[in-house]
């Protein structure tokens, strides 16, 4: 079992930048693709950006390309979010969620584990 936790989210005005985190309760494994979602209320879970552990290959949603950054620590076990350029439309709770594939998918399906979320708020 591997356990996912986020942190960073908050209120934070359109425009600015807010970095997410998150935290693997193990040592990720090579083949392991991590990834960031978000969904809106009365809304579907959508991808955000994606990233294979083992291959450092991305991928970005279009709605967030140039303006979003994944990333991550290895020696940390953690996995970032740099979020840039902030609007209204990025309001959601963003979830954490890992899969034990080198390939990098945008498919919520096809993630094994997830974390519990952060609240991301945007005013504008």
């Known amino acids: 079992q591997v356990q996912l936790v986020e942190s960073g989210g908050g209120l934070v005005q359109a425009g600015t930048s807010l970095t997410l985190s998150c935290t693997t309760s193990r040592r990720a494994f090579s083949s392991w693709t991590m990834g960031w979602f978000r969904q809106a209320p009365g809304k579907e879970r959508d991808f955000v950006a994606a990233?294979?552990?083992?291959?450092?290959?991305?991928r970005y949603a279009d709605a967030v390309k140039g303006r979003f950054t994944i990333s991550r620590d290895n020696a940390k076990n953690t996995l970032y979010l740099q979020m840039n350029s902030l609007t209204s439309e990025d309001t959601a709770v963003y979830l954490c969620?890992?899969?034990?594939?080198?390939?990098?998918?945008?498919?919520?399906?096809?993630?094994?584990?997830w974390g519990q979320g952060t609240q991301v708020t945007v005013s504008s």
């Open positions: 969620a890992a899969r034990g594939a080198i390939s990098v998918t945008d498919q919520a399906a096809g993630y094994d584990f």
């Open positions: 990233l294979s552990w083992y291959e450092g290959g991305t």
